[in-house]
């Protein structure tokens, strides 16, 4: 049974890149447009692991993270942080909401799928 991911992520072109990378490894997709919309897909079935955007409109990646961490489902689910977001002081922030790891924009699909099978 293949693993699933939450890729979220306000650009399309972006979300579309990650899961073309990630169903080419042979990984399940949901995709969500915000932070809150994230959570609306969060409906108790197994998420392997959530890939996200930092600033995105309605609800922000750290502030999503947060309330992930809050739904036993989901408070051990590992979050990778997708970013042009390259500061020190905005990766603490993701670490100290949760997030596993952080790479940041543009980024290498291999790369990225790297970071994942290493969490996943």
Known sequence: MSKTILVVDDSASVRQVVSIALKGAGYTVIEASDGQNALSKLTGE???LIIS????????????????KQLPA???????????????????????????????????????????????
């Open 46 to 48: 197994k998420v392997h």
């Open 74 to 120: 989901y408070k051990f689910t590992p979050v990778i942080m997708l970013t042009t977001e390259g500061s020190d002081e905005k990766k603490k922030e993701g670490q100290a909401a949760g997030a596993k790891a952080w790479i940041v924009k543009p980024f290498q699909p291999e790369q990225m799928l790297k970071a994942v099978s290493m969490l996943i």
């Open 53 to 68: 955007d930092v600033n995105m409109p309605i609800m922000d990646g750290i502030s999503m993270v947060k309330e992930i």
